[in-house]
């Protein structure tokens, strides 16, 4: 057997007591005997909770999601919910995705409230994470569970807690309850359910979760400019499926074409590398069958249905992806245009998106004298606002990882109503002669141009975390003074609070929670921000650059500048 360290061998040791079940056990003794790395993995952390809850691997060990992880998470979930609402009879609704173990997994978090006296309702089977949300708000439930690791491969679950009104767990309840978990025992844990506080819901709360994005997602389009409008879909082997569909289907949408290999549910993902609308490979049949059969509009959904990637054609009437900032944008001016048309901005309403987004998006918040709030990744802090500013109208926010939320009925990201709005866009830009990305041309030549490129680096394992704390730890170290021959003018640095000119040496705090997070902004207007992802083990680069654009017949020369612009960037800091 392979040298153990000590301190591993007493955390390993400590699985093998009778807390935990046989399998655990023997599962255990063969990673000591054949495979000391993954045990390694296995055991060498606690699984932490990051921008999207708790992901991770699918295994024994601290560092897995597992009955015992998820248990315990539970247990201090239970816990500190009797602290937080001492008078109350505690309600939670769990709902879970496609992956593997997820009907087990949420079968093992409900049997652990319900042991704990706390009414659960169950969903009776795989649904969308908005709609998760939906149900908690719908039900007075005091918190919510998701069973999904998302867009992450096939090995991945996960656990996402929501609160009272529908937003995921935020400050200071974050670090309360992650507080109360780390001060448990995994023999404290109480698995004896009591099913008679077990209640299991379904097509009730689709039908209201349904009627509800048809409301919210419906602006005006007739009837006919619907009908015309030829849609491709794709769930990607996801939630979706359950609800979108229908959704489209209620709103007037009859020319749907569903990508049909992709239709039935499966957490092996069999015709994608990975299920990420982010990647184009992903949404390859999808537009295949857009083709085909003429398309105007492709929509693939991650595998829990809170992101969505949307093709348009382009002005040469080709298929293209667009990415998360430009779908945001024109989601945003769309609903802008209703709410104006519609004589309902009256200075209290705001939009909202985050740190690593498009900058373009405050600058067309004021072309309509709205208020557009920053936050940190995550739409969890978008949800938070609405919470903070409960005076003022939530019109619609996103981020450039492919999420969007269509106001507060929901409160996290939602690829249903998302993707409805989307539809909606493209029947009435179809049915005036004009196109989703004619649209958007528009908003450049009015507001100007910005082009945004994501570049990820992939840093697996222990040796990649530490790769990649040692990355941020240079970088503050010794920032960045000039880029692609333009001077550093601002630093923002999220871990410690300021905004600080480099040139001048003036420095400002940001009001926003401490992150992980480094933004240079240069000379000329670029933007490049860095941080490591909070649900995969990569570290993101997030380009920005912009210029103006005279008119539409200019856009693809100027956009080709702007890509050459971005080449030029990621050469000068070594990341091509």
Not at 264 to 293: C, H, Q, R, Y
Request: glycine share 6%; net charge negative; charged share 25%.
């Amino acid at each position: 057997m392979t040298h153990i360290e000590p301190q591993l061998l007493e955390r390993v040791n400590s699985w093998l007591s009778p807390t935990f079940d046989q399998d655990t056990q023997n599962t255990i003794k063969d990673l000591i005997a054949n495979d000391t790395n993954t045990l390694k993995e296995s055991f060498y952390k606690d699984a932490e909770f990051g921008t999207g809850g708790m992901r991770g691997i699918m295994g024994v060990g601290t560092n897995r999601i597992n009955k015992y992880t998820l248990g315990k998470n539970t247990q201090g979930l239970s816990n500190y919910m009797k602290t937080q609402f001492p008078s109350e009879t505690l309600k939670v609704a769990i709902a879970y995705d496609c992956r593997h173990n997820s009907k087990s997994l949420a079968k093992v978090v409900a049997d652990v409230f319900s042991a704990n006296g706390i009414q659960v309702y169950l969903f009776e089977d795989l649904r969308a994470t908005p709609e998760l949300s939906f149900a908690v708000k719908h039900l007075n439930c005091h918190c919510g569970i998701v069973l999904t690791a998302s867009h992450n491969p096939p090995e991945y679950n996960g656990y996402k807690v929501y609160w009272q009104d529908g937003g995921q767990l935020v400050p200071p309840q974050d670090a309360e309850l992650i507080s109360v978990i780390n001060g448990l025992e995994y023999s404290e844990i109480n698995f004896k359910a009591n099913n008679n506080l077990i209640q299991y819901i379904g097509e009730d709360i689709d039908d209201i979760f349904i009627t509800e994005s048809v409301k919210n997602g419906s602006f005006n389009t007739s009837e006919e400019a619907r009908k015309q409008l030829n849609i491709v879909f794709t769930s990607l082997h996801g939630t979706s499926i359950t609800a979108v569909p229908e959704t489209l289907k209620r709103a007037g949408y009859t020319n749907v074409n569903i990508v049909e290999e992709q239709r039935e549910p499966n957490g092996d993902f069999p015709t994608v590398v990975s299920p990420n609308p982010e990647e184009p490979e992903a949404l390859k049949m999808a537009i295949e069958l857009a083709d085909k059969v003429d398309g105007d509009i492709v929509i693939g959904t991650d595998p829990d249905c809170d992101r969505l990637g949307v093709v348009v054609r382009d002005l040469d009437n080709k298929l293209v992806i667009l990415n998360g900032n430009q779908a945001m944008l024109l989601m945003t001016d769309f609903l802008l245009k209703q709410w104006k048309t519609d004589n309902k901005i009256n200075g209290n309403q705001f939009i909202a998106s985050t740190i690593v987004s498009t900058p373009m998006l405050p600058v067309l918040a004021k072309s309509y004298d709205v208020d557009c709030k920053i936050v940190l990744t995550g739409f969890k802090w978008i949800a938070k606002l609405i919470h903070d500013f409960p005076k003022l109208d939530f019109i619609g926010g996103g981020e450039e990882s492919f999420g969007f939320m269509v106001g507060d009925f929901v409160r996290d990201k939602d690829a249903v109503t998302s993707t409805l709005l989307a539809c909606e866009i493209a029947a009435q830009a179809k049915s005036k002669g004009s196109s989703v990305y004619e649209e958007l041309i528009k908003l450049y030549v009015e507001h100007g141009i910005y082009k945004e490129r994501l570049v990820s680096l992939t840093k697996k394992g222990i040796e990649g975390a530490q790769e990649i704390k040692q990355m941020m730890i240079d970088a503050r170290e010794n920032p960045l003074k000039v880029v692609n021959n333009s001077k550093v003018v601002l630093i923002e640095d999220y871990q410690l609070s300021t905004s600080k000119n480099p040139i001048t040496g003036d420095t400002t705090a940001i009001d926003i929670p401490k992150s992980n997070v480094l933004i240079y902004h240069t000379e000329d207007g670029s933007k490049i921000a860095l941080r490591p992802s909070g649900t995969e083990p990569k570290i993101k680069f997030y380009i920005s650059v912009n210029t103006t654009l005279d008119n539409v017949s200019a856009f693809k020369e100027t956009e080709q500048q702007l890509e050459a612009k971005i080449d030029a960037i990621l050469k000068d800091m070594k990341l091509s």
